[in-house]
């Protein structure tokens, strides 16, 4: 019988039921074991790893593996790419795989056919003789949305694989491989473990062959995660539907009143998630001292936590030029949504 996601969250990864045995999965703090079984060391495999990696494939589908981070399991799929493969991408996203693809496009080690991802007939056309199709949906920190099932079915058809970048969306609003992707990825540092103490990456795949490559790939390059890292994020895994429902009504809820604000020229939302991106109507230094002006919405780089979060994105040098100045990227958290609200308006009442 399948579960629904709320309930898969609470119930996977757990010890097998007997007698007096643990209803948590404990912390297996190894490098070395003993010889004759399946995982042989450290670097291939480690229970508590397993724990986790299998929650997140209750959530997503396939086999999944987890990484040292979200960069490191992005990285991951890149290395199994031959020498200077086509790639099609978005030319919008988060800003570390943008700088990524642009160094590997630069030095020849992909070609990278960057496209407009809200371009459907744009990305089928950038399809042709391309050996990946790299998706991030809705896109980092613009929050555009790619038709997924089209341009998965597309690139299906030519025998191009397809990775999708889940962080935002998460597996409550999207599930890529069930619309036929190979891999579903995600910053498992965000929504998933959710509490701002973990770095972490995971990819959910569907092939087994693939699965293969990059368990090959994780060991061989050494990315894998750390066992405390892994209790923690299966901790926070647990309660992870109801901090992202929660957020998510409460963004709704911001949507609304943002877009009627005198001093808010846009708002970017895409209708479900816990992200909100908006532009002040301001200069670039007026919108800074918008996020350093909040008492209680922390002036920090991450999203997903239980606490709400913002940032003026461009303040990175890396982040795309495409990015507007003025656009402040919100990370709605757990905290009431009047209070959330009150804080907002304070921090525009400095400018």
Same mark, same amino acid.
């Given at each position: 019988?399948?579960?629904?996601?709320?309930?898969?969250?609470?119930?996977?990864?757990?010890?097998?039921? &007997?007698?007096?045995?643990?209803?948590?999965?404990?912390? %297996?703090?190894?490098?070395?074991?003993?010889?004759?079984?399946?995982?042989?060391?450290?670097?291939?495999? @480690?229970?508590?790893? &397993? +724990?986790?990696?299998?929650?997140?494939?209750?959530?997503?589908?396939?086999?999944?593996?987890?990484?040292?981070?979200?960069?490191?399991?992005?990285?991951?799929?890149?290395?199994?790419?031959?020498?200077?493969?086509? /790639?099609?991408?978005? @030319?919008?996203?988060?800003?570390?795989?943008?700088?990524?693809?642009? +160094?590997?496009?630069?030095?020849?080690?992909?070609?990278?056919?960057?496209? %407009?991802?809200? @371009?459907?007939?744009?990305?089928?056309?950038?399809?042709?003789?391309?050996?990946?199709?790299?998706?991030?949906?809705?896109?980092?920190?613009?929050?555009?949305?790619?038709?997924?099932?089209?341009?998965?079915?597309?690139?299906?058809?030519?025998?191009?694989?397809?990775?999708? %970048?889940?962080?935002?969306?998460?597996?409550?609003?999207?599930?890529?491989?069930?619309?036929?992707?190979?891999? !579903?990825? =995600?910053?498992?540092?965000?929504?998933?473990?959710?509490? +701002? %103490?973990?770095?972490? *990456?995971?990819?959910?795949?569907?092939?087994?062959?693939?699965?293969?490559?990059? =368990?090959?790939?994780?060991?061989? @390059?050494?990315?894998?995660? *750390?066992?405390?890292? !892994?209790?923690?994020?299966?901790?926070?895994?647990?309660?992870?539907?109801?901090?992202?429902?929660?957020?998510?009504?409460?963004?709704?809820?911001?949507?609304?009143?943002?877009?009627? =604000?005198?001093?808010?020229?846009?708002?970017?939302?895409?209708?479900?998630?816990?992200?909100?991106?908006?532009?002040?109507?301001?200069?670039?230094?007026?919108?800074?001292?918008?996020?350093? +002006?909040?008492?209680? /919405?922390?002036?920090?780089?991450?999203? *997903?936590?239980?606490?709400?979060?913002?940032?003026?994105?461009?303040? #990175?040098?890396?982040?795309?030029? &495409?990015?507007?100045?003025?656009?402040?990227?919100?990370?709605?958290?757990?905290?009431?949504?009047?209070?959330? #609200?009150?804080?907002?308006?304070?921090?525009?009442?400095?400018?």
């Amino acid at each position: 019988m399948s579960k629904k996601i709320e309930t898969s969250a609470i119930t996977a990864g757990r010890p097998a039921v &007997t007698p007096d045995a643990p209803l948590n999965p404990s912390i %297996d703090l190894t490098s070395t074991f003993h010889s004759g079984g399946p995982i042989g060391y450290g670097r291939y495999g @480690n229970q508590t790893w &397993t +724990s986790l990696e299998d929650a997140i494939s209750e959530l997503e589908g396939g086999q999944t593996l987890t990484f040292s981070s979200g960069m490191a399991a992005i990285s991951a799929v890149f290395s199994i790419l031959p020498m200077g493969a086509p /790639i099609v991408a978005s @030319n919008q996203g988060y800003s570390g795989v943008m700088s990524l693809l642009n +160094s590997f496009h630069t030095s020849g080690r992909l070609e990278v056919r960057f496209v %407009d991802v809200v @371009n459907t007939q744009e990305v089928i056309d950038a399809m042709k003789g391309a050996a990946l199709v790299w998706l991030e949906s809705p896109t980092n920190p613009c929050l555009d949305v790619a038709d997924l099932p089209a341009l998965i079915t597309a690139a299906k058809k030519l025998g191009i694989g397809v990775a999708v %970048d889940n962080t935002f969306a998460t597996p409550l609003v999207q599930n890529p491989l069930a619309m036929g992707a190979d891999i !579903a990825m =995600h910053s498992v540092t965000k929504f998933l473990s959710g509490h +701002s %103490d973990v770095l972490m *990456g995971s990819l959910s795949i569907s092939d087994p062959a693939l699965f293969k490559r990059l =368990h090959d790939s994780r060991s061989f @390059n050494g990315s894998i995660p *750390g066992p405390f890292e !892994a209790w923690l994020a299966l901790r926070g895994l647990r309660t992870f539907p109801l901090r992202f429902n929660k957020s998510q009504e409460s963004a709704k809820e911001l949507v609304k009143r943002l877009t009627s =604000h005198p001093k808010i020229s846009r708002v970017r939302y895409p209708g479900f998630g816990a992200i909100v991106s908006f532009e002040v109507d301001g200069t670039a230094e007026q919108t800074q001292k918008v996020c350093e +002006s909040s008492t209680m /919405i922390a002036h920090a780089t991450s999203l *997903g936590g239980v606490e709400s979060l913002w940032e003026r994105r461009r303040r #990175w040098p890396i982040e795309s030029p &495409t990015v507007p100045e003025q656009l402040i990227r919100l990370s709605v958290g757990c905290e009431h949504v009047d209070d959330i #609200w009150d804080d907002i308006t304070r921090a525009l009442n400095a400018i």
